[in-house]
């Protein structure tokens, strides 16, 4: 993904009104996205898919014979990064957060599908999800431990040694994919829900690597589906782990000086 393929994809009127229909409910077949562009052919609409799948703005996944569509806002996340937040962070942010504020009200199974492309090699991609040094830089300092067997414990635990999420190994396959449970501990509602599902598939593709969470099993719209899906939640972390991977640097979002703030309000 290029970020010239992002603007070039959002560049269409078209396509952005099939990025608005997701945004108002994700997890869409062809059949019902048609109905966003009444005035186009059925080809039509596959071919504006075809372009925002391959700008990375929206992500496939099959629920038996359909093929579901879902908004993917980590590549407008990384042009905040890159450009805009250096300016007005704030505002933009929020705006790029598209999977979460706006999240569909009715969707029946909701999840969280996210997928970037990162300059690595699938060992040292599998060294940034598993070691506790390495996510301590772009996982809002939490230090990840586990045996990464399936049964075993994992966590995600501050440098005062406060667990803040905690879960089980599902699925360990070195280098390809991860598979645990997810509950996050530090906020009362989110610690009386029952714990999530966090899927990492690692796919090389040359001399980059395709990245892929989906975060599902949520009990419907819970707090904690809503959270992660904010602005300081899995686009925020994945731009991270992108930006540490890529440049050896932790990822830097300046935050604006609280009067600026008031002069723009």
Same mark, same amino acid.
């Given at each position: 993904m290029e970020l010239e393929d992002v603007f070039r994809a959002l560049a269409d009127p078209?396509?952005?009104?099939?990025?608005?229909?997701?945004?108002?409910?994700?997890?869409?077949?062809?059949?019902?996205? &048609?109905e966003a562009l009444p005035g186009m052919t059925r080809f039509g609409v596959m071919k504006h898919l075809r372009i925002l799948e391959a700008?990375?703005?929206?992500?496939?996944?099959? &629920?038996?014979?359909?093929?579901?569509?879902?908004?993917?806002?980590?590549?407008i996340q990384l042009i905040a990064d890159r450009w805009i937040s250096r300016y007005a962070q704030p505002w933009t942010t929020a705006m790029a957060d598209l999977k979460s504020a706006l999240e569909a009200p009715s969707m029946a199974s909701p999840r969280h599908v996210y997928e970037v492309y990162i300059r690595t090699t699938p060992e040292r991609l599998w060294q940034a999800l598993t070691d506790g040094d390495l996510t301590?830089?772009?996982?809002?300092?939490?230090?990840?431990? $586990?045996?990464w067997q399936p049964g &075993?414990?994992?966590?995600?635990?501050?440098?005062?040694?406060?667990?803040t999420i905690d879960g089980e190994i599902v699925e360990a396959d070195a280098s390809r994919r991860l598979v645990h449970t997810f509950h996050f501990t530090q906020d009362a509602e989110q610690a009386a829900e029952r714990? $999530?599902?966090?899927?990492?598939?690692?796919?090389?593709?040359?001399?980059?690597?395709?990245?892929?969470?989906?975060?599902?099993?949520?009990?419907?719209?819970t707090s904690t589906y809503r959270s992660v899906g904010n602005v300081k939640g899995w686009s925020f972390i994945l731009s991270g782990l992108k930006t540490v991977l890529e440049t050896g640097e932790p990822l830097h979002i300046q935050e604006p000086a609280a009067e600026a703030v008031g002069r723009n309000a």
């Open positions: 078209g396509r952005r009104t099939l990025l608005d229909a997701l945004r108002e409910r994700d997890g869409q077949a062809l059949g019902e996205l &048609d700008a990375g703005l929206v992500v496939t996944r099959r &629920d038996g014979r359909r093929k579901l569509h879902f908004l993917n806002p980590v590549p301590q830089r772009y996982y809002h300092d939490t230090r990840v431990a $586990s045996g &075993d414990p994992i966590t995600y635990t501050w440098t005062d040694g406060t667990v714990p $999530s599902r966090c899927t990492w598939e690692i796919v090389p593709m040359g001399e980059t690597c395709l990245l892929r969470l989906t975060h599902d099993n949520f009990d419907g719209e």
